[in-house]
């Protein structure tokens, strides 16, 4: 049973931080690129970064030199920290994971997602 558990989510002011988790298991988490993506209310879900196996990182330019994400392959977890928040930071994050297996099929997991509202 695959599972992605997002948490870290809350409340924080204009300027604050927060840093998400993502918990993994079920399937071989190191191999995989982890993201993180967001969608707020009536908004398409938008990539907000994403780390490769290989260890390679991309940023949405909204969050670039703000928002950091890292991954602890020992521990299948993944991470986001967000900091300089700001009120359009505000949505619901989930974090996926995602692999090519052959050119016609893909492993592609997603969280349940998890609340962050940037207001003062």
């Known amino acids: 049973q695959v599972q992605l558990v997002e948490s870290g989510g809350g409340l924080v002011q204009p300027g604050g931080s927060l840093r998400l988790s993502c918990a993994a298991s079920?399937?071989?988490?190191?191999?995989?690129?982890m993201g993180w993506y967001r969608q707020a209310p009536g908004k398409q879900r938008e990539l907000v970064a994403y780390?490769?196996?290989?260890?390679?990182?991309n940023y949405a330019n909204s969050v670039r030199g703000r928002f950091t994400i890292t991954r602890d392959n020992a521990k299948n977890m993944a991470f986001l920290q967000m900091n300089s928040l700001k009120p359009e930071d505000t949505s619901v994050y989930y974090c996926?994971?995602?692999?090519?297996?052959?050119?016609?099929?893909?492993?592609?997991?997603w969280g349940q997602g998890t609340q962050v509202t940037v207001s003062s």
């Open positions: 996926n994971a995602y692999r090519a297996v052959n050119p016609t099929s893909a492993s592609d997991y």
């Open positions: 079920g399937f071989t988490f190191s191999i995989y690129t």
């Open positions: 780390t490769t196996d290989g260890g390679r990182t």
